[in-house]
């Protein structure tokens, strides 16, 4: 299975769920997926700034921490300066993109959003500008788009209908998120979807259509990361998602997408203390370590225990280039753009 995985990047439906759901496989998966990694990107490591630009948001979610719902949220927003400034200091630490992620909050209006990107996009001319700021008119990712911003970052957080719906309050559509996704790739963005794994009410049959929903968006970055619970949201009895199955489906990705931008991701790191280096090792190729001013920092809470909330961006750089050089691979300066699709 893993060969035909391999040569063919697709296994058919019964052959994923017997993957997924038996152990047997476990360590070859991972190994050829480590070794088909390095076929393409070798060692290198792309990093990522992330800039956690808001915590207030419209929607209300009901695995996310900063949902609307939630009461015991310190709010907070960062000033363009702001912004501009941990651009400035991710810029000196090596960083060659720099990613825009936050709540969906209307403060931030299309204009002033352009506003802040074109800003970027004059002071860092050799930088990429992700953004990951949800659901927006298509006319509004064209702004952005033509602001400066070359990437996307949108997962789909499930492919099943039914359960987005348990996810998700009824006002909030996987029709309208996917419609987003098309949208986004129309436009020219290199776009990033992914699903948490091990979210209440997924099941195996589930993660498949997560995989086959990815096939048919052929996305240019993959981000996964395991389901984790926070105490003040309408799922706080739910178990976290399994972080061995969320390694599983990584090496998985990176057969089935051989040339995809796959990170080891922060909920990774939660999950478990060496959680990103597993990450590398199962074939993902880029962390993302916070850029984020840290006052703010523990504000920004996904999930409960969230990593890196007390660390000043350099500590978190040099401490992830430790932890990268520790599982064998290597950070780079570089934008690191998708190298085919
Ligand atoms: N508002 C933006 C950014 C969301 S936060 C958007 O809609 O895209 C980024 C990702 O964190 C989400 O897409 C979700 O997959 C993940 N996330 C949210 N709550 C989480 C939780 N409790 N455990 C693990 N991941 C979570």
Redesign the pocket.
């Known amino acids: 299975m893993i060969k035909k995985l391999k040569s063919t990047q697709n296994l058919s439906d019964a052959e994923l769920l017997e993957l997924l759901e038996s152990e047997v496989y476990d360590e070859e998966l991972r190994k050829a997926a480590d070794e088909l990694r390095r076929s393409i990107y070798g060692t290198e490591v792309y990093i990522r700034g992330l800039v956690e630009l808001s915590n207030y ?1 419209k ?1 209300n ?1 009901y ?3 900063i949902r609307r719902g939630n009461t015991n949220v310190n709010r907070y927003r960062l000033s363009k300066a702001e912004i501009l400034e941990c651009c400035k200091s991710g810029h000196e630490l090596g960083f060659r993109t720099f990613v825009l ?4 909050d209307s403060y931030y209006s299309s204009e002033l959003l352009c506003e802040i990107i074109s800003e970027i996009r004059a002071g860092y001319p050799d930088c990429a500008i992700t953004l ?4 927006w008119p298509k006319q509004d990712y064209q702004s952005f788009f033509e602001a400066g911003a070359n990437r996307y ?3 789909h ?1 499930t492919a099943n209908t039914e359960h987005y719906g348990k996810l998700h309050p009824a006002n909030m559509s996987l029709e309208n998120r996917k419609q987003c996704l098309f949208n986004l790739k129309e436009i020219g963005y290199q776009v990033g979807s ?3 794994v091990g979210s209440p009410y997924q099941s195996t049959a589930n993660l498949i259509e997560d995989l086959r929903f990815l096939q048919e968006l052929k996305p240019a970055m993959i981000g996964i ?6 105490k003040d ?1 309408p799922f706080n009895e739910f178990k976290s998602g399994s972080l061995k199955i969320t390694l599983k489906l990584i090496s998985i990705l990176r057969l089935m997408f051989p040339y995809a931008l796959i990170p080891a991701t922060t ?1 990774l790191g939660t999950a478990a203390p060496n959680g990103r280096e597993q990450g590398l090792l199962a074939g993902a190729n880029v962390v993302m370590p916070n850029l984020s001013p840290v006052k703010v920092r523990k504000d920004y809470t ?2 409960d225990n969230k990593i890196c909330t007390g660390e000043e961006a350099a500590e978190c750089r040099y401490c992830l280039e430790r932890r990268v050089a520790s599982a064998g691979y290597k950070i780079v300066v570089a934008r690191g753009d998708v190298i085919k699709q």
């Open positions: 948001c929607n979610c695995y996310c921490g992620q936050g709540g969906e990951s700021l949800g659901e970052l949108l997962r957080e992914g699903f948490m990361g395991p389901y984790l619970t926070h949201t909920a996904l999930y």
